[in-house]
């Protein structure tokens, strides 16, 4: 079972843009995005990207999660960053 810690970093940012959460973060910090509903848990997995140069360390960027095909409902929206569980308060509802 995970447990989620209250996240309070301002490092990181969430928006939705039409059918996609962005999640704002330094280059790479961002593993995973959870949405948690009553029902399931998706996941969008982003521990395959690797940086290989120095130069982009320290770069703000978005990781785009897109949310079309999930069935009806609300989903808490949750990270993995720098390999901590981190609850947001946010949710999304499609």
Same mark, same amino acid.
């Given at each position: ?6 996240? /309070? ?64 409902? /609300? ?14 308060? /946010?949710?999304?509802?499609?």
């Amino acid at each position: 079972m995970v447990e989620w810690k209250q996240m /309070r970093s301002k490092e990181i940012q969430i928006s939705v843009v039409d059918d996609l959460i962005l999640v704002q973060a330094q280059d790479h910090k961002v593993e995973k995005v959870f949405l948690v509903s009553q029902d399931m848990v998706w996941e969008k997995d982003f521990t395959n990207t690797h940086q290989v140069s120095e130069v982009f360390a320290k770069m703000i960027y978005n990781v785009a999660v897109p949310v079309d095909g999930l069935p009806a409902g /609300r989903y808490q929206i949750n990270i993995q960053y720098e390999g901590e569980y981190l609850g947001t308060n /946010r949710w999304f509802i499609c």
